[in-house]
């Protein structure tokens, strides 16, 4: 029986249309039953999902049973096929299902014709939603392909059919709102404010406070003076439907289609019938249309706060989100909430996914009031070219709408209400990023110093978008796409079929060139919301993250790398990169799941990179007196300079309080380079450099002058950076690194190192 898994794991755009242009839950339900049947081949295909208030699952949608008995069909968990799957957590192929002593026949539904099953778990980390059911008449069954492709679609289903199942059955609530005022505190308008660049760039335009929405209700900032109708109403669900869509494809165009999936549940949300009909029935019976939307809305909210799971908590966001945007289409007005095109947006605390939002809505910077520089969320700002400042100045959360900022984040500098000497200045640099686009055109293939060595360029990739960048300035390679965002930007794990699609891409784009991919580094200051055990750590940077992560969550893990070593399979430069490793037993552990992988695919024969390049990133201190050892067991290294820092020196590169101590340029941090740098050339491992002394003119003379011939940095900075390395000869570089390692206090180095700035 010939099915086509490819085209239903990997037609993304499929699903989405699916899902867009269904009319609500139900219909995209039935769509969904309707393609996994068709791809799959098989005669039946059934969705059940829990309902917690009777902790029963649920027929929702089926293909090929009698469609009266969606609904109507339900089972306790561990109750026959279904039961059992959902109960256990654990897929069920049976090619006699009958005979299994949990089966349970359910007359009137004429399943009794399918002898075959195959069931597949829908959960969200510890979060049960439901299961998926195929049948067969014929007693072949499933294969071990059908298993791995019904598994992949229930975990890319997973985000979507937990906000369905939340919709069909929610309950009523409490209703309650309140009014927010803005007000701002004497004495910061008309000041120059100083924070930390963490995302390069200008911005000019009105200020919008963006706060978290963990509120049990919407505030609502319009008293309703005005009386609109059912089909004001009407027209404010179309507008909005329309606005989601367009800042969908915008998103899935030009970033990445895993980011463009935040947008999912508000559109799910808004195509719900009991959503919409409860608040029609409000409407008919005489209340305004917008406090009819605040009213069924707030009641969503206090459901989703009351849920235990904090996957569910933050859906009160998401409906926040969209009942905001629903009211001020409905009232035809701009909102400081709502439109914030063009805005500078000051925040006390964003997630990965915020800035996706913020970027597909046209904000033209962002200025966070917290901490340090948080480095996910700067590297992230930096991929779309979102300036970031952060700076510890709680009175902007007061600020109003009113009031006009500057932004030069390439200083720091915040000014509020700025006068027209300072715009004008403001205006003639921003002009100047027009040089960018021509440096395109006179960037070289390749790299050398004044006196002829080559120093390969790589390119450090957070989202595949950033993969065209590469090319247009004629990157060497990519040498770090951080796979984590992926898993930062959205609210469950991406699939293994999901991540083989983005490496795919990403190899697709560099086909004769390197391509470096760094295992998943989740933990510190990148933490999933959807996996709250690794957030509970007091010390999150000395716990649970990383490789440490990896190898504490094995089939996370392993996902991983065989959807790295299946998107390879035709691409010769595959390399494999391990974070944070600190011990020889840990990188052997990590090169047996690789192998271990390697052989279950080749088995299946299934196309694979038999052969990837094995590496480490060299993070922490430990690894400095064991590296000859690690070299045995790897085919390149890279130093990850910012995490390497930060151990080596206990400053946590995120904490205020001592953030200024955080010194790339410490003596100890330069001779432990220059340690590695002998170390490698000594045993003919292949090294490079990434973050921020890589992407840093000031260090560059030094790196290269202790031997190091690689280096990845961000895309952009690669014309710069190449034109720097074009002035440069090797006995100059090395001058300068010998000067600089003799030199034991900071503030010397310091001062010699303003010599070649």
């Avoid at 046209?362 to 700076?391: C, F, Q």
């Avoid at 050339?681 to 840093?696: D, F, T, V």
Wanted: hydrophobic share 40%; net charge neutral; aromatic share 8%.
């Amino acid at each position: 029986m010939k099915t086509n898994h490819i085209k239903m794991l990997f037609d993304v755009s499929e699903l989405n249309n699916i899902f867009l242009q269904s009319q609500n839950k139900n219909s995209f339900l039935e769509e969904i039953v309707k393609l996994i049947k068709k791809h799959i081949k098989a005669d039946v295909c059934s969705i059940y999902l829990h309902d917690e208030n009777s902790n029963e699952i649920v027929l929702r949608a089926t293909e090929g049973l009698k469609k009266d008995a969606i609904g109507k069909v339900r089972l306790k968990p561990g109750e026959g096929v279904a039961g059992a799957a959902f109960e256990n957590m654990k897929t069920i192929c049976e090619t006699d299902a009958e005979k299994l002593e949990f089966f349970k026949h359910i007359p009137g539904i004429n399943e009794e014709r399918y002898k075959a099953y195959l069931a597949a778990p829908i959960n969200r980390g510890s979060l049960k939603i439901g299961v998926i059911i195929l049948q067969r008449k014929t007693a072949i069954g499933f294969t071990d392909e059908d298993i791995l492709a019904l598994k992949s679609t229930s975990s890319q289903l997973a985000a979507t059919l937990d906000t369905a199942k939340f919709l069909l059955i929610s309950n009523t609530a409490a209703n309650l709102t309140n009014q927010v005022s803005n007000e701002i505190k004497d004495g910061i308008e008309n000041k120059l404010l100083k924070g930390e660049s963490a995302s390069k760039g200008f911005a000019f335009g009105k200020a919008s406070v963006f706060k978290k929405k963990d509120e049990k209700e919407f505030d609502a900032k319009y008293k309703f003076n005005k009386f609109y109708f059912l089909n004001n109403f009407e027209e404010a669900l179309v507008k909005t439907e329309q606005q989601l869509k367009e800042m969908q494809k915008l998103v899935d165009d030009r970033i990445d289609f895993s980011a463009a999936l935040i947008f999912s549940a508000h559109i799910l949300m808004l195509k719900d019938e009991t959503f919409n009909g409860k608040i029609r029935i409000l409407i008919k019976k005489g209340v305004n249309p917008p406090n009819a939307v605040l009213q069924i809305g707030n009641e969503y909210i206090t459901r989703f706060l009351s849920n235990s799971h904090q996957i569910v908590k933050e859906k009160a966001s998401d409906m926040k989100d969209l009942i905001q945007r629903i009211i001020f289409n409905l009232l035809n007005k701009e909102n400081d909430g709502l439109n914030i095109s063009g805005k500078i947006l000051i925040a006390e605390e964003i997630m990965p996914s915020d800035i996706i939002k913020f970027w597909s809505e046209k904000v033209k910077g962002i200025i966070l009031i917290s901490g340090g520089v948080m480095s996910h969320l700067s590297i992230l700002a930096r991929s779309i070219s979102m300036p970031l400042i952060i700076i510890n100045e709680p009175a902007l959360l007061k600020i109003t709408s009113e009031n006009k900022i500057l932004m030069d984040a390439d200083t720091g500098a915040v000014y509020i209400n700025p006068d027209a000497h300072t715009i004008e200045l403001f205006s003639q640099r921003e002009n100047s990023l027009n040089i960018l686009a021509e440096k395109k055109e006179i960037i070289q293939p390749q790299t050398f110093t004044r006196d002829g060595i080559r120093i390969e360029l790589f390119s450090n990739i957070n989202l595949i978008s950033e993969a065209q960048i590469a090319i247009e300035f004629k990157s060497d390679g990519i040498g770090l796409y951080r796979s984590e965002f992926p898993f930062l930007i959205r609210n469950n794990f991406p699939s293994e079929e999901e991540q083989f699609y983005i490496y795919r891409k990403l190899f697709e784009f560099n086909p004769d060139k390197p391509v470096t991919i760094r295992t998943l580094d989740v933990g510190g200051d990148k933490l999933l919301s959807y996996f709250q055990s690794a957030n509970k750590e007091q010390n999150p940077f000395l716990g649970l993250r990383s490789i440490r992560f990896s190898l504490e969550n094995i089939k996370i893990f392993s996902e991983q790398i065989r959807a790295i070593l299946r998107a390879g399979a035709d691409h010769k430069q595959v390399n494999i990169m391990f974070p944070m490793i600190s011990s020889v037993d840990e990188l052997y552990s990590c090169r047996e799941i690789v192998n271990e992988n390697i052989i279950k695919l080749k088995t299946k024969n299934i196309p694979i990179v038999e052969n990837p390049r094995i590496g480490i990133m060299l993070e922490v201190p430990s690894v400095i007196e064991i590296l000859p050892d690690l070299a045995k067991l790897s085919d390149f290294f890279s130093i990850g300079t910012n995490d390497f820092t930060q151990y080596l020196l206990a400053v946590d590169r995120t904490n205020e309080n001592v953030s200024h101590l955080y010194k790339n340029h410490h003596p100890a941090v330069l001779r432990s380079l220059k340690r590695i740098a002998d170390v490698s050339i000594a045993n003919n491992i292949p090294l490079s450099i990434c973050g921020e002394m890589a992407n840093n003119d000031k260090y560059i003379p030094f790196l290269i002058g202790i031997g190091l011939r690689k280096l990845s940095i961000e895309p952009r900075r690669l014309p710069d950076i190449q034109k720097f390395i074009n002035s440069l000869t090797i006995s100059e570089a090395e001058k300068i690194s010998l000067k600089l390692l003799s030199l034991s206090k900071i503030s010397e180095i310091e001062n010699e190192m303003l010599k070649f700035e």
